[in-house]
């Protein structure tokens, strides 16, 4: 039996602008971005909308020849003579840049890793990881303090001076500049202590200033929300004394963690972890809004996943198989809408929610790895969520579903049991009023379709017509590994079957008609399956 919901929509409710979050990524490994199919997906990125999108990388100035591979990249930015001074190298950077504004995508600068010749312990240096090795195998002389602060922050305002001249200042201004990766996780991307990397940020930030005194500066991408970790850090920003200039504070113009879900494999499926999801990001908001400078400071979530490792395939994890399908899509509507709730709570200022996931080179397609599209080209139905968002613009207004879990449950206990969460999200312009409405469940199991009763009120247009037009990511529609399951699952697909796969990972229009509007508004119906995603579009 169908599940019957209620959904209204008050155009008349206004919550504030609809603020583009989506439009953040990142990956471990620069080098894919000026491959063939990595350009091909910036490409994809840098048309999401009208919202600027940008880039976060690892392994930005880590030594090496720019060879890949999983969870490792490199430029070689930096190394040294006989006499032990410093030979500066942008070619490798340059080419990962030069790709991403080529297809419209700006760069949110990591900088990071410790190049060998910096390091206060750089044998062994470059790792050899694959997925079933222990994760802490990668950890490796790039993520030592280096043996010269000096040096480090000549190589940064070196680095930053080049940008400048190759790509210009109005340019530069519009990046972001942020020093390392979560510098407090015991995990090891930084081994040295917390007051080491207050020093080495002071300087990247010192030195990215002198270049250039607009930069947007900021930090820290800690692992998860920090905790007290981050209170000494963002203390030290306030109120410290800077380690590179001797004066009170370093600059802050965004404060950025990470948040990651936690999936599981039980009784033969995958089960989601949305609930300690947002619980990290609920601690997260709690720790800016209690400093009542950073009130209204941008909060990015440097990565915002269901879970912690991109390169880990479903292949070797069994609880990263939702990675392919639409329990990935639904799963990214409902947590990023808890999001805009979550930031609303605690009155803070949320600009972005980082996607940590890019595309592998050279893997088996649809393998099982944390993407956004796989080998081809062939975009995975998140994606399509994401293209969703990003028709969104304009004002948020007030949507309320009869079948909504609330933000406190699903933060303490996620979805679980017969109830799914059907609710939505709505945006307003001048032009359209915006509607996405999702079917999620934690669990990866068949459930009932949701029958949406839809109805519009306080519209800005009081009689005529308005032209419905609907886009649906589920099992059937804008997914392309439903597709190649059913061509049977080729390991290598034929040109042929790769243009269908391609067509098939499109987001499509699935119904178009006209609605009747009248004094108390407008109401259609939708069926929405079970992890399903559905963006009702109304012109006028």
Known sequence: MPLDVSIHVDAGDELGPFEPIHRFFGADEPNYAYMPDGERLLGEIGRLGEAQTYFRAHNLMTSGDGTPALKWGSTGMYSEDADGGPVYDWTIVDKIFDAYLDNGVKPYVQIGFMPEAMSVRPRPYRHGWKPGDPYGDIFTGWSYPPKDYRAWHDLVAAWVGHCLERYGRNEVEQWYWETWNEPNGS?????????????????????????????????????????????????????????????????LDFVAFHAKGVPEFTDGHVRMGIAPHLREVDKGFSIVA??????????????????????????????????????????????????????DVHGVNLEGALTWSFEFEDEPIFAGFRALATTGGVTLPVFNVLRMFARMTGRRVKARSDLAVALEEMMRVGVRGERPDVSAMAALDDRALRVLVWNYHDDDLPGPDAEVALRLERLPIDAGTMRLTEFRVDGEHGNAHTAWTRMGAPAEPTGEQLAALIEAGRLHELRSSTVPVGDAGASITAVVPRQGVSLLEFTW
């Open 290 to 343: 209690s400093y009542p400078e950073l009130r209204r400071t941008p909060i990015v979530i440097g990565e915002c996943d269901p879970d912690g490792c991109a390169a880990c395939s479903a292949e070797v994890y069994p609880p990263n198989a939702y990675r392919n399908t639409s329990l990935y899509a639904s799963y990214t509507a409902a947590s990023f809408a808890r999001l805009h709730e979550l930031a």
């Open 187 to 251: 995990n090891g991307y930084w081994r040295g202590t917390p007051e080491e990397f207050r020093k080495l940020h002071d300087h990247a930030v010192d030195a990215v200033r002198s270049a250039l005194p607009t930069a947007k500066v900021g930090g820290p991408d800690t692992a998860g929300p920090g905790g007290q970790w981050m209170r000494d850090f963002l203390d030290h920003c306030l109120r410290g004394t800077n380690h590179a200039t001797g004066a009170t504070g370093t600059p």
